[in-house]
């Protein structure tokens, strides 16, 4: 299973997304992916309670711990990365949280413009 380049939506080196909790398709705290992860997880988002309350209603319950898969369960405020379809439909919405560009994988633009992107950036 090899990474794709670790850059970010800036073009800049991909810079940590949240070690507590831990992150990412491979639990390394980066926005990193692959071939095999199907659902894009590129956006580094900042959890809010309106986003969880959405992602739930989806069908992503986020906020539930889920011990057995060493999941703490989200809070607003947490950082997380993201399906990035599951942002776009969020965005469509009017729910999308915030978006740490610089944590934000490259590959996200593939799936979300960058002009949505920047709309939802944060520090």
């Not at 940590?16 to 590129?42: I, Q, V």
């Not at 969020?90 to 960058?114: F, K, M, N, W, Y």
């Amino acid at each position: 299973m090899d990474k794709d380049p670790s850059l970010n939506v800036l073009g800049g080196a991909l810079e940590p997304c949240s070690t507590a909790p831990l992150t990412g398709f491979f639990r390394d705290g980066h926005c990193n992916t692959c071939a095999e992860d199907r659902g894009s997880h590129t956006v580094c988002a900042v959890m809010t309670a309106e986003f969880l309350a959405f992602s739930k209603y989806v069908g992503n319950d986020l906020s539930t711990p889920r011990p057995e898969f060493r999941f703490p369960g989200l809070k607003p405020g947490d950082r997380w990365c993201l399906c990035a379809s599951r942002f776009l439909q969020a965005h469509a919405e009017g729910c999308a949280p915030d978006v740490r560009l610089e944590s934000t994988h490259a590959r996200a633009l593939d799936i979300v413009p960058l002009d949505v992107l920047r709309d939802h950036a944060t520090a």
